[in-house]
């Protein structure tokens, strides 16, 4: 029982990281980025968001790496 409830976290936790990874805006913005650039320089970046949202994927991955572990050592 207790490994259903701990897979169905896991699967949760998949989701949250999956959701904030590709929330984060990338380094290099390609050619959106090539139109969109004025704008930034214009309205500014959401450098505080973008720095939250790091933080938060570590801390997701790293819950993430110990829940991997603890289902594979918990057969």
Do not use: H, N, P
Not at 10 to 18: A, D, M, P
Not at 48 to 70: P, Q
């Amino acid at each position: 029982m207790l490994k259903v409830i701990i897979s169905v976290l896991y699967v949760f936790i998949c989701l949250l990281l999956i959701t904030v990874v590709v929330l984060q805006s990338g380094k290099s913005a390609g050619l959106s980025g090539a139109i969109g650039g004025g704008a930034e320089s214009l309205f500014g970046k959401k450098k505080g968001l973008d720095e939250w949202l790091a933080r938060v994927t570590v801390w997701v991955a790293v819950v993430f790496a110990g829940a991997s572990l603890l289902l594979v050592v918990w057969k």
